[in-house]
């Protein structure tokens, strides 16, 4: 299986530029999403096919990358944006989700 | 709007049953793949299986860690998402989604419906 890896947790203060990476065991090209998980709630789609902005999400999210390293910038940070940010491929099969960043807002 | 409405979680024993439900609005239910995938308390995600499309035959694939124990199963005519899962373990201990898939991503996900298997 295509293992993601992410870091634990970021710390960072409002208006900031944040980055999350997401690298892959292997390549899965284009194909990485990224979601927002805010503590009780559902995952929620910010990012598909590495770069593409979901309806209705800020314009300060945003997603780069291909092949194994990827990348969710949120420029500027709010307090709003505090969560756990999970990455998934679907370019291997199975598809597999990372172990997710906690970000933390100062 | 598209809606996803998970119930039937619950408590249940080791070796027992359980069946969730998850209830689909607000969009052509036939017209896509839906996934149960579950979470472990502060753990990542995990897909469990899933059904394909009326335009795929409604055929469905599993995770091979739940294989054999789990089901999965659609009713069109009442828009209605299934998971059985039999033989349940204390590591299916888990919050438990629907979500529906759009080009191999989850593009909505119910509010979850936790599972607690445990003596």
């Known amino acids: 299986d295509t293992v993601l890896t992410q870091s634990p947790a970021l710390a960072v203060s409002p208006g900031e530029r944040v980055t999350i990476s997401c690298r892959a065991s292997e390549s899965v090209s284009a194909l990485m999403h990224w979601y927002q998980q805010k503590p009780g709630q559902q995952p929620t789609l910010l990012i598909y096919?590495?770069?593409n902005l979901e309806s209705g999400v800020p314009a300060r999210f945003s997603g780069s990358g291909s092949g194994t390293d990827f990348t969710l910038t949120i420029d500027p940070v709010e307090a709003d944006d505090t969560a756990t940010y999970y990455c998934?491929?679907?370019?291997?099969?199975?598809?597999?989700f990372g172990s997710g960043t906690r970000l933390e807002i100062k | 709007e598209v809606k996803l409405l998970e119930s039937g979680g619950g408590l249940v024993q080791p070796g027992g049953s359980m069946r969730l439900s998850c209830a689909a609005s607000?969009?052509?239910?036939?017209?896509?793949?839906m996934y149960w995938i579950r979470q472990p308390a502060g753990k990542a995600p995990e897909w469990l299986g899933f059904i394909r499309n009326k335009a795929n035959g409604y055929t469905t694939e599993y995770n091979p860690s739940v294989k054999g124990r789990f089901t999965i199963s659609r009713d069109n005519t009442q828009n209605m998402l299934y998971l059985q899962m039999n033989t349940l373990r204390a590591e299916d201990t888990a919050t438990y989604y629907c979500a529906r898939e759009v080009v191999t991503y989850f593009d909505y996900w119910g509010q979850g419906v936790m599972v607690s298997v445990s003596s």
């Open positions: 998934q491929q679907s370019w291997n099969d199975p598809l597999t």
């Open positions: 096919l590495a770069s």
């Open positions: 607000g969009f052509t239910f036939t017209d896509f793949y």
